[in-house]
Each structure stands twice: as structure tokens, then as C-alpha cells.
């Protein structure tokens, strides 16, 4: 498999769940922007008009059999310069989600597509150490995250390192549900990608914060509460029932068009 330069891409396809869809980041037309679209954004910037294609086929809440059934064979299909693959991480957020088992489907996928796409791109998993939903999944995160980069050796994956982006600790980096990243913390994805692949960038995604006054006890009780009511509650509903978000969901740019 060949690794493009950046100036020799030319079209994109991402491929995934809510993550790469780009859940929380609003965008000017009703869908989320996301990561994905920031990165595309990046890849296009000074080119002529027409001439950079993207397609992102992501949809929340899709497990990664969906994932392979839906999005992985459109890549054969679309062909593209660089594809971006991150799935596993609902199955492993399931009760009994088995990371050895994940990664060996993961790995078939990426064998799909190393045929297909000139670059694949793969990405680890947020270090969770201070998320309040997912910080007990951290030791399962790790594994899996251990199997990613075998599996991005073996067939000469390139992978963006989210498990070291230290920027994303800060609550700042993620929206009120407290799982998706915020609109500055697609940003700081966009970017630590964008340099991944070799592409210069002003700013840096691991830059520090502006500080912020404190808040009292009253106040993170307070949120705590608020969170729990709006977007835990509903989240633990929907997986005892089987559901996701994205049921019923299709991709927002199915297509590669231009950017």
C-alpha cells in the first residue's frame, strides 16, 4: 500500500460511528460538522474548486459488523486516495465487549481496505482516565489499543495517536454528554490527524487551554445531576433495550463530492 503525500490526495471517505460522523459539532446546515469534514476542510484548502472529493459514511451508534456490512465495501467501489477508519469501540463499550475478538473483525476490515484505498488510516482510543462514563474501561481501551497498532504494522497503516493527545483531558475538550468531543475537541482531532498524515498546520491540537476561574462543589453537583438526568439515563436505556441513537440513521455525505 502506498502512503500519499498530502498534496497528492485528492479524495477521502471516512468511515465509522458518531466519533467521525461528528457528534456535537454543529454544523451551518443542520448536520455535524465533526473532525472528518475539519480534516477534509484541511486537505482541500488551496486547491481549485472541484478538484479534493469527500464522503463520509459514519453514523452513530453503529457497531463494527454494520460498520464493515455498510461502509467498507463502498471503499472498493469509491476507491479513494485516503480512507479513515475508527470502529470497534461501541462493541467494546457493550457488557461482556471482548477487545481480542473486536480486533480480530477490525483486522479483516483493514484488510479490505488496504486494496482499495491509496492510505488507510487508523486511530487508537482516547485514554479515558478521567471520563466519568467510560474511565472503568480504560484497561479494555488499552488492549484493544495494543491490537490497533499490531494490526497498523502488519499492513502498513498509518495511526493517529488519540490515547497520547493530552490536550483532550481537559472537560473542555467534550460536550455536554460527557462521550462526544465538543466542537473545539473535534478541532484538536482534526489537527493531530492533519499532522499525521504530514500536513502543516498554525495550530497545534496539543496547545493548552485558557485557564478558567474555578467552580465551587455546588456547582460540579450540580452538573453532575443535570448530566445524569438528560444523557445518562437515556444512554443506559437505549442499551439495555438494544437500541442506538443512529437506528435508523443513513450517512450525511454518502458520496464523494467536492469540498
Not at 5 to 34: C, H, K, Q, Y
Not at 214 to 224: Q, W
Amino acid at each position: 500500500m502506498n502512503h500519499l503525500e498530502p498534496a497528492d490526495i485528492r479524495s477521502f471517505v471516512a468511515l465509522g460511528d458518531s466519533f467521525t460522523e461528528g457528534m456535537n459539532d454543529p454544523g451551518t446546515d443542520g448536520a455535524f460538522l465533526g473532525w472528518a469534514d475539519r480534516l477534509a476542510s484541511m486537505l482541500a484548502e488551496g486547491r481549485p474548486d472541484g478538484e479534493f472529493r469527500y464522503a463520509n459514511l459514519a453514523v452513530r451508534g453503529r457497531l463494527l459488523d454494520r460498520i464493515v456490512a455498510e461502509q467498507v465495501p463502498q471503499v472498493s467501489r469509491i476507491r479513494p486516495d485516503l480512507v479513515t477508519f475508527c470502529a470497534g469501540g461501541n462493541d467494546i463499550l457493550r457488557p461482556g465487549g471482548d477487545p481480542d475478538e473486536v480486533a480480530r473483525r477490525f483486522e479483516a476490515a483493514v484488510t479490505q481496505l488496504t486494496g482499495a484505498a491509496g492510505t488507510v488510516v487508523l486511530f487508537t482510543g482516547f485514554d479515558t482516565r478521567g471520563m466519568t462514563l467510560l474511565k472503568h474501561l480504560r484497561g479494555k481501551i488499552a488492549t484493544y489499543n495494543g491490537h490497533l497498532r499490531a494490526i497498523a504494522d502488519r499492513h502498513s497503516c498509518t495511526v493517529v495517536d488519540l490515547w497520547s493527545l493530552g490536550s483532550v483531558q481537559d472537560p473542555r475538550a467534550w460536550s455536554g454528554d460527557r462521550l462526544h468531543l465538543s466542537p473545539e475537541g473535534h478541532q484538536r482531532v482534526a489537527l493531530l490527524a492533519a499532522r499525521t498524515l504530514g500536513l502543516h498546520t498554525a495550530q497545534d491540537p496539543q496547545a493548552p487551554w485558557p485557564a478558567e476561574p474555578p467552580r465551587s462543589t455546588a456547582a460540579h453537583y450540580r452538573e453532575d445531576f443535570h448530566w445524569a438526568r438528560t444523557y445518562l439515563a437515556p444512554w443506559v436505556g437505549r442499551r439495555l433495550r438494544g437500541e442506538t441513537s443512529g437506528d435508523h440513521l443513513a450517512p450525511k455525505r454518502p458520496e464523494p463530492t467536492p469540498v
